[in-house]
T-cell receptor, first 115, second 112 residues
């Protein structure tokens, strides 16, 4: 257990479904991130939240909608996804003021399959 | 923009042999470098990091890396690998807004 928990671990959804990925950290970190990891591609940073405000959105399609209700929780709401969205979605957290000391802590990821 | 390049997509090696995984970074005033490991069906785990100071950095599981400014490299090494070291290894750097930028990864395949 790394301190960052992602649920569910696996998710299969149809293209018309709506689902949500959840990430939770109790490390006292104040920044949280969503990454997408597709086969044979580098890790792609999707969203960055700092102090519960979205500070970055790397041209992610609107069918992905993040939500950060508090500093410990991060969600990724999914709707009308495409098969190419199938990937491992990784959540991470960091302490921005102490970033140089601590780096990022990653969760184990959610393996998403869109059918 | 800062970046890292991992030239080898896969490195096969026999058990108990030494291994080096290569990483080159784009030059910048301040350089922060990291190596992460990802075991199958897992997230990323920090192996080691270079922030400043000694150029030889020791990490977990017997890994070490050397920061070489003249060659803009941060290669990861282990003198004797085990089957359990089979995993994907990612080199990363940090940009000025503290975002991690990853390389494309190197798959280490340890054979008996």
């Amino acid at each position: 257990e790394t301190g960052v928990t992602q649920t569910p671990r696996h998710l299969v959804m149809g293209m018309t479904n709506k689902k949500s990925l959840k990430c939770e950290q109790h490390l006292g970190h104040n920044a949280m991130y969503w990454y997408k990891q597709s086969a044979k591609k580098p890790l792609e940073l999707m969203f960055v939240y700092s102090l519960e405000e979205r500070v970055e959105n790397n041209s992610v399609p609107s069918r992905f909608s993040p939500e950060c209700p508090n500093s410990s929780h991060l969600f990724l709401h999914l709707h009308t996804l495409q098969p190419e969205d199938s990937a491992l979605y990784l959540c991470a957290s960091s302490q921005k003021t102490g970033i140089l000391a601590y780096g990022y802590t990653f969760g184990s990821g959610t393996r998403l399959t869109v059918v | 923009a800062q970046s890292v390049t991992q030239l080898d997509s896969q490195v096969p090696v026999f058990e108990e042999a030494p291994v080096e995984l290569r990483c080159n970074y784009s030059s910048s005033v301040s350089v922060y470098l990291f190596w992460y490991v990802q075991y199958p069906n897992q997230g990323l785990q920090l192996l080691l990091k270079y922030l400043s100071g000694s150029t030889l950095v020791k990490g977990i599981n017997g890994f070490e890396a050397e920061f070489n400014k003249s060659q803009t490299s941060f290669h990861l090494r282990k003198p004797s690998v085990h089957i359990s070291d089979t995993a994907e290894y990612f080199c990363a750097t940090m940009d000025s807004s503290y975002k991690l930028i990853f390389g494309s990864g190197t798959r280490l395949l340890v054979r008996p």
